[in-house]
Each structure stands twice: as structure tokens, then as C-alpha cells.
């Protein structure tokens, strides 16, 4: 009993010890095994938002020096998306992320990249976009949330137009709190994430207001107050 009892005790001490490794390795580097399966799934959602975007025909009209108005196109382009599709490319360089963002918020969609709530709209339709991220595993795309700053950029590259956005505060939520999820009519980016890292009992939320829009080339001065 005593020998059973030491290796009892043993085995314990290296779970735990593993257990401790585990947390700083992904805290520091992320999770390996997950991100190494995410970066095979970006590239294939990379590859289809390409694909997607040849395909998709905006029928914006540009003239003048005003930007365009993107909300037909916009509204027709997320209607055409179901869950698991590439939205865009999600670009934000105080992360050092320039991902693929997926379509959906559910467990699946999720492990190959940041994902749009389905009930959120997408860049161009004077509405919440809200976009979620995982903080440790899956490529960890929001690990340093805390970090974006006020006057941070965020661009989010769409088939008819990349949008600009700039960080303009954060708020922590209970992960149960869903106003947080209604658009209050007009454009704004919602960065989401859990905290704090390693729990899910609230959700830090950076939010990002827009400011320009490039279309074939030429960038033009957006900032949408309402519908």
C-alpha cells in the first residue's frame, strides 16, 4: 500500500507538473497542437475567400468623391454566406493577426478562425459587426485583446471593399449579458474574447469605429453615423 500510495503520489506530481508546462506554453506561444491544425484550415479558407470574391459581383457605383453607398451589396453578400464559409480578411497590426474570418460563432466555426455572429452584419451596412476569437487555443487569433489601444487600426477586406476601422475603448461583460449583441444602427466593429484567459465567465470587447474604405485602389473618407 505504501509502494502504491508513492506512485500514486508520483504520477500526481507529474501530472501537475505537465499540467503547469502545458498553461505556460500556451500562454506564452499559444496552444501548439491546435494552432498547427488552425494554420491548415486558414489556408483552405483563404483559398475559397478568393475564390468567393472573384465570383461575388458588388454592382457598386463610384463616381465623385464620396464613398460609394455599400449597404445592397453588403446585405446580399451576407445573405449569400452559411456557417463555416471565409467572411473576409480580418487585419489588425497591434495583434499581429491578418486572418480569415469564418462564418459563425458556434464550436466548429470557431476552431478555424475568428467568426462573425450570424445575427451581426458585415462592413458596409451601418450595423454592429461582431466578430469573436478564441484567446487560447486554435491559433489563440485575440490572446492579447487587452492590448489594442485607442486609435488602433483595424481593417476588414471584403469582395467589394476593404473597411478601416479604429479602436475606441473596451468594455468586460458576464458572458451572459446579450445586449452587448444588439446593434444599436450604425457601424461598428466588436472585436470579442474570452476573460480573463483560460475562463469564460466574462467577455472583453474592444470596439472600433469606422473611417475610411478602399475600393479598386482608391480610399475614400467612411464614416457611417446611421441607416
Given at each position: ?6 506512485k500514486f ?8 507538473l ?10 506564452v ?8 491544425w ?7 479558407l ?35 454566406l ?23 460563432t458556434?464550436?466548429?466555426p470557431l ?29 489563440a ?9 485607442p486609435?488602433?487600426?483595424v ?28 446593434s ?7 472585436l ?5 484567459r ?5 467577455r ?8 475610411a474604405v ?11 453615423t446611421?441607416?
Amino acid at each position: 500500500m505504501r509502494r502504491a500510495g508513492h506512485k500514486f503520489g508520483t504520477l500526481l506530481v507529474i501530472v501537475g507538473l505537465g499540467t503547469i508546462t502545458w498553461v505556460g506554453v500556451t500562454w506564452v506561444w499559444e496552444d501548439p497542437f491546435t494552432s498547427l491544425w488552425q494554420r491548415f484550415q486558414q489556408r483552405e479558407l483563404a483559398d475559397r475567400y478568393e475564390r468567393q470574391a472573384d465570383l461575388f459581383r458588388p454592382g457598386i457605383l463610384v463616381s465623385g468623391g464620396e464613398a460609394p453607398d455599400f449597404r445592397q451589396a453588403a446585405r446580399r453578400y451576407r445573405r449569400s454566406l452559411e456557417e463555416g464559409d471565409p467572411v473576409g480578411r480580418l487585419r489588425v497590426r497591434r495583434l499581429g493577426i491578418d486572418m480569415v474570418v469564418v462564418e459563425g460563432t458556434a464550436t466548429e466555426p470557431l476552431k478555424r478562425g475568428p467568426g462573425r455572429y450570424e445575427r451581426s452584419f458585415v462592413p458596409g451596412e451601418r450595423e454592429l459587426v461582431y466578430v469573436a476569437g478564441h484567446r487560447t487555443t486554435y491559433g489563440a487569433p485575440f490572446s492579447r485583446i487587452d492590448r489594442l489601444r485607442p486609435g488602433d487600426s483595424v481593417f476588414f477586406e471584403l469582395p467589394y471593399g476593404t473597411f478601416e476601422y479604429r479602436i475606441t475603448r473596451h468594455v468586460i461583460v458576464r458572458a451572459t449579458d446579450v445586449g452587448v449583441l444588439r446593434s444599436r444602427h450604425r457601424e461598428v466593429v466588436a472585436l470579442q474574447a474570452c476573460e480573463p484567459r483560460f475562463f469564460a465567465s466574462h467577455r472583453y470587447i474592444a470596439y472600433a469605429e469606422p473611417v475610411a474604405v478602399t475600393v479598386d485602389g482608391t480610399r475614400y473618407d467612411y464614416t457611417p453615423t446611421s441607416r
